[in-house]
Antibody
Framework: EVQLVESGGGLVKPGGSLRVSCAAS????????MTWVRQAPGKGLEWVSS????????YYADSVEGRFTISRDNAKNSLSLQMNSLRAEDTAVYYC????????????WGQGTLVTVSS | QSALTQPASVSGSPGQSITISCTGT?????????VSWYQHTGKAPKVMIYE??NRPSGVPDRFSGSKSGNTASLTISGLQAEDEADYYC???????????FGGGTKLTVL
């Protein structure tokens, strides 16, 4: 059974940093592109960042480019998102999801972890 | 990176059919047959349709998708109370990004 479990969310002050992680199991993590998607309170889903299986390709949304860094540890089946210079508008539930390179969609999602940026 | 355009809300009675539209551009929806639809009830989003018309295993055949030009659509026939959720469309948008989502549509089953 595919499982994606996010962790690391919490309360952080504007301008601060936070790292969220995703533990993957039940599939060959090292063969898959992984993605972060977020949902701000009362808003829709927003794609944040994706990283290919061997980290050759990395993509960011304009809204986080230069502030967020996506990474992965294939030996530990783990995906991370380092978030720096956080803003109030980064407050959201952050979901980890698996991207299907063959069919171009997100087939498995985690339950999400809440990040709150507030003073 | 403009979001795809969806109606904010739709509603229908049990047994009826509803359609949710998703309008993009010639750089995303119109350029690729890679539109997907997600159902979100507050937990982990669930894919209902991928590659415009394909249903993952376990998704009822009451859910169907289509596309014409820059607009994709999700149709739910024989509405059931359990279908009440937020629905998001998404498209592959290969440029400097990978994915673009719609703003979401809240489906209310009356």
């Amino acid at each position: 059974e595919v499982q994606l479990v996010e962790s690391g969310g919490g309360l952080v002050k504007p301008g601060g940093s936070l790292r969220v992680s995703c533990a993957a199991s039940g599939f060959s993590f090292s063969d898959n592109t992984m993605t972060w998607v977020r949902q701000a309170p009362g808003k829709g889903l927003e794609w944040v960042s994706s990283i290919s299986s061997t980290t050759t390709y990395i993509y960011y949304a304009d809204s986080v480019e230069g502030r967020f860094t996506i990474s992965r540890d294939n030996a530990k089946n783990s995906l991370s998102l380092q978030m720096n210079s956080l803003r109030a508008e980064d407050t959201a539930v952050y979901y980890c999801a698996r991207w299907r390179d063959d069919n171009y969609y997100l087939d498995y999602w985690g339950q999400g972890t809440l990040v709150t940026v507030s003073s | 990176q403009s979001a795809l355009t969806q109606p904010a809300s739709v509603s229908g009675s049990p047994g009826q059919s509803i359609t949710i539209s998703c309008t993009g551009t010639s750089s995303d929806v119109g350029a690729y047959d890679s539109v997907s639809w997600y159902q979100h009830t507050g937990k982990a989003p669930k894919v209902m349709i991928y590659e415009v018309t394909n249903r993952p295993s376990g998704v009822p055949d009451r859910f169907s998708g289509s596309k014409s030009g820059n607009t994709a659509s999700l149709t739910i026939s024989g509405l059931q109370a359990e279908d009440e959720a937020d629905y998001y469309c998404s498209s592959y948008a290969r440029s400097t990004t990978l994915v673009v989502f719609g703003g979401g549509t809240k489906l209310t089953v009356l």
